[in-house]
């Protein structure tokens, strides 16, 4: 499903859905659906933010977020607050802090359960928001659970530096340890497969290149 739009959004943002009021009635800006419900947000730039926060718009507003057919709200802040060096932001009569800046945030994720998400300008709105989206349709993610990959200095994935990760892994073992293991088994992991190339093409997702490394891995070969 395309974002719903609300009628108020500049053209740029009108152009990423269908225009209708029915975002206003949840208290957001732009609503689409998830598999388990409604996403809302409520877009502010910095000095609507602060004009709302002090004209109780922006209360009203993240309340109505708060309706149980909203199960993912956001409040979406469009341009990154500049402070002077003692903590006041720039070109502000109200002398608004970075210690009231942060304490918004937090209220706003702590006190009302609504993530804040922060842009640089109206085209970041955009794609942020095409990036949800697509994010939000995937069935699955996996980019906190996959395992990242050890390198050295200049960002090359070599032998030694999988087997140390590997080692890594086991019960008792760090760095020092890990380290001891590699150099006296000559570059080798100590541990072999119980199974062979061919056996492991058969799982499936494996084919014949990702089989032969996985066994030189145990072997000292070539990088995983």
Not at 39 to 52: A, E, M, P, W, Y
Not at 67 to 92: A, K, M, N
Not at 126 to 151: C, V, Y
């Amino acid at each position: 499903m395309a974002w719903l739009v609300a009628p108020t959004e500049p053209p740029d943002l009108k152009a990423l859905g269908i225009v209708c009021s029915t975002p206003e009635e949840y208290g957001a800006d732009f609503l689409t659906a998830a598999a388990d419900g409604l996403i809302g947000v409520q877009r502010k730039t910095f000095s609507d933010l602060l004009n709302s926060l002090y004209d109780g718009r922006l209360q009203d507003e993240l309340t109505l977020l708060g309706h149980p057919e909203i199960v993912y709200p956001f409040l979406l802040v469009e341009g990154r607050p500049t402070f002077t060096s003692d903590g006041f932001l720039l070109s502000d009569r109200r002398r608004f802090t970075k210690a009231q800046w942060t304490g918004l945030v937090l209220s706003a994720i702590v006190d009302c359960h609504i993530p804040v998400l922060i842009t640089d300008d109206l085209q970041d709105t955009a794609a942020t928001l095409l990036q949800s989206e697509k994010w939000f349709a995937k069935s699955e993610h996996r980019s906190l659970h996959n395992r990242p990959k050890t390198t050295d200095d200049w960002g090359e994935y070599t032998h030694r530096h999988f087997c140390l990760q590997l080692l890594q892994s086991f019960p008792g073992v760090g760095v020092d340890r890990a380290e001891a293991l590699y150099h006296y088994f000559d570059g080798k992991l100590p541990l072999q497969w119980t199974v062979t190339a061919k056996e492991l093409e058969k799982v499936p997702g494996i084919g014949k290149t990702t089989a032969r490394k996985l066994i030189e891995a145990f072997e000292g070969g070539e990088a995983p």
